[in-house]
């Protein structure tokens, strides 16, 4: 049974507190709820980024409240004296956590903490997924002037022709703003907020050290293997300088027939903590379906969302943080794609597996439990226990859905991301969650795309797109 | 044969100069005022004329680069910064002006701002203290809106200022960015602490009215 969300809410641990007022106890389920539907009302406020870093807030409760119940979970049948201990490690790590506030999705990322949705208000909760962020804290005008002075040695107004002194969007570490260059190029320049870098890494050594207790379950190993393969994506989303590689190699992938335009990086203004790339007229998703647009034109984009998905997968990129803010919708119809920050490149064994992959497609048991077990890093026992075998499989084909429908497959189907939820759900409930990095971040992938796709209603012939795709595989 | 004034300012910045290139070769404690003398060229007892000790001479580096970075403030400030943008200017470009004396400040900084070693007003880090807060008092009032400050309000600042330093020469953090958020940190907290007392003072001002 899935957890409600007042059952998450109670399974926060208690505030200490002494007598005094505290200060950010987390809100009523009511409350949350009051945002979540707002927001849905509500244009994005790309300009309001103090609000968008307050809001976060409510995401980061709801989070890690799925992550206190479900780590008390490991506990439940331990001594007290061990349970003591780990409810005041938990409550330590979960202070630790409220105040990273730069984790945009973080938790997302590790997958199983959001294995599940609260069964009040699916739709809102979807509909909202992309207006929740965690972001770094906004700069003003001074300090961002003198972080560019810092990292390109001179005030962006000597660099560039023009400057807008208001951020133009958020970043999940910074802000950007657009410029034009003195050869008149229209350019976004990402800025990053000084020092988060080694602020990530201090906070998850410290997160580190109080999750220890949990090394006494027998999925110590694995779950390590997440937390830092979670935190070395963090850290390589504060070097832009990877980013622009990752783009550039993106880039590579795409012809201008495509109608799939991935902006050009201008290195001689870009540094580790800033990108200037080129800039891509155009609307977010939101502003996007406020035009009413055709369910033709929205068809279209889902079909080009999905070949840039597997250009890049079968190119051997996992492009893993498809989230609202990274589509742009341009008026000319081609679909631009930004922020590379969380960009997975596969190893020559992952490239194997997903070669392997594909024999699941049909429908090849024999395949399905051979990946299962290295994927998922099964044991023989393990792969004789029928509901783990039936839960797994209930995920994969969910995945494959509207890969093996002829013809296109409706995303606007409710129906299909309740399931991938609920299929999601039952293997974090069952703790069946054991499995490589790379897979938490391909279901990512798999979850943020079907909800863009779900917003935008569109229906895309997935297997006439794989098909002509995967012939790059070879 | 009388000294003029010129020539007393070529003198005084003659000796400035050594110090700083001896506290940067050698440190602040192991370079001495003989060896400051034999650099600048000048005689033992001339360096005492200017500068009595060398927490004088310490004082008067820091003074010219607090200096320094309030003209740099007032020629880079932009017309309608928040106070937020004005204290972040101002103590970072401060920052950038004390640099090139940063591996040997920090131990002239204990003795000469050290809150301990404050016992009377004609202490050297005292002077330093109050050309810098008197600087931040005056940002302050030249905001549309000035926030009112009181004594303990400036005792606040500086602690937090003194904080600021002393991260900020320990920083080895890259093109220290670590200090660039640290300081930015500790305005907002300054200011945020500033507007919650002038709420409350206003809050006092209304209940008293009724």
């Not at chain 1, 804290?137 to 002075?149: T, Y």
């Not at chain 1, 133009?168 to 000084?194: C, D, M, T």
């Not at chain 1, 779900?454 to 070879?474: G, M, P, T």
Request: glycine share 6%; aromatic share 10%; hydrophobic share 40%.
């Amino acid at each position: 049974m899935n957890p409600k969300l007042a059952d998450l809410i109670k399974a926060l641990p208690e505030e200490r507190t002494t007598g005094d007022r505290v200060a950010d106890s987390p809100p009523r389920p009511e409350q949350i709820m009051e945002v979540l539907v707002g927001l849905t009302e509500r244009p994005t406020p790309l300009g309001a980024l103090r609000r968008l870093w307050a809001l976060g807030g409510l995401e980061a409760y709801v989070a890690f409240a799925y992550l206190a119940w479900w780590v008390r979970g490991w506990f439940m049948s331990a001594d007290a004296r061990t349970r003591r201990r780990a409810e005041t490690n938990l409550r330590a790590a979960l202070k630790t956590l409220k105040c990273m506030v730069y984790l945009r999705g973080a938790v997302m990322k590790a997958g199983q903490l959001l294995g599940s949705f609260p069964d009040i208000a699916p739709d809102e909760f979807i509909d909202t997924l992309g207006h929740l962020h965690f972001e770094a804290p906004p700069m003003h005008f001074s300090l961002l002037r003198e972080q560019v002075r810092n990292e390109l040695g001179r005030d962006p107004e000597e660099i560039f022709a023009s400057f807008e002194t208001k951020a133009f969007a958020a970043a999940s570490l910074g802000q950007v703003h657009l410029a034009r260059l003195r050869s008149g190029e229209r350019v976004a320049v990402k800025i990053q907020y000084p020092g988060i870098a080694r602020t990530i890494d201090s906070d998850f050594r410290s997160l580190n050290a109080l999750l220890l207790p949990l090394r006494l379950s027998k999925d110590w190993q694995n779950m390590k293997e997440q937390f830092e393969s979670v935190w070395r994506m963090l850290r390589d989303e504060t070097d832009y300088e990877l980013e622009a590689a990752s783009m550039r190699a993106a880039a590579s992938h795409f012809r201008a027939e495509d109608g799939i335009v991935v902006p050009r990086v201008y290195d001689e203004y870009s540094t580790r903590r800033i990108l200037t790339t080129e800039y891509l007229d155009g609307a977010h998703i939101e502003a996007f379906l406020a035009t009413r647009p055709s369910r033709q034109v929205r068809d279209r984009f889902g079909a080009q969302m999905y070949r840039a998905a597997f250009r890049l997968y079968y190119g051997g990129l996992n492009y893993a943080d498809p989230h609202p803010g990274n589509y742009i919708f341009m008026p000319d119809g081609r679909l631009g794609l930004i922020d590379f920050g969380c960009v997975w490149t596969f190893s020559k064994e992952e490239r194997g597996v997903i070669k392997d992959a594909e024999a699941t497609i049909s429908g090849d048991e024999k395949i399905f439990r051979e990946l299962a077990k290295r994927v998922g890093r099964l044991t023989d026992r393990e792969l004789r226990d029928k509901e783990r075998m039936r839960l797994l499989r209930e995920a994969h084909d969910w995945v494959l859905e509207p890969l093996r429908r002829e013809g296109v497959f409706d995303f606007g189907d409710q129906n299909h991301l309740r399931r991938g939820m609920a299929a999601m759900a039952q293997l974090v409930l069952k703790r069946y969650t054991r499995t490589d990095p790379m897979q938490i971040y391909m279901y990512r992938s798999f979850f943020g795309l079907r909800a863009m796709l779900y917003r935008l209603r569109a229906r895309v012939d997935v297997r006439a797109i794989h098909d002509a795709e995967c012939r790059k595989l070879k | 044969m009388r000294v003029t004034k010129d020539v007393q300012a070529a003198t005084r910045e003659k000796i400035l100069r050594a110090a700083a290139e001896l506290f940067k070769k050698k440190g602040w404690q192991r370079a001495s005022t003989r060896e400051i003398a034999c650099r600048a060229k000048v005689a033992s007892g001339t360096v005492f004329n200017y500068f009595p000790t060398k927490e004088a001479i310490a004082a008067a580096l820091v003074n010219e680069a607090m200096q320094a970075a309030e003209d740099e403030f007032h020629f880079r400030r932009k017309a309608g910064q928040t106070l937020e943008e004005d204290l972040f200017l101002f103590i970072w470009l401060g920052l950038r002006q004390l640099a090139p004396y940063r591996n040997f400040l920090i131990t002239a900084l204990e003795t000469l701002l050290s809150p301990l070693a404050r016992s009377s007003p004609e202490h050297h880090g005292e002077a330093v203290r109050l050309l810098h807060v008197d600087t931040v008092e005056r940002i302050i009032s030249q905001q549309k809106t000035p926030q009112a400050l009181s004594h303990l309000s400036l005792q606040v600042y500086w602690t937090l200022y003194l904080g600021v330093l002393a991260f900020w020469a320990a920083d080895d953090s890259p093109k220290h960015e670590d200090t660039m958020a640290m300081v930015d940190h500790s305005v907002r907290l300054f200011v945020a602490s500033l507007a919650g007392a002038q709420r409350k003072r206003s809050a006092g001002k209304r209940s008293v009215k009724r």
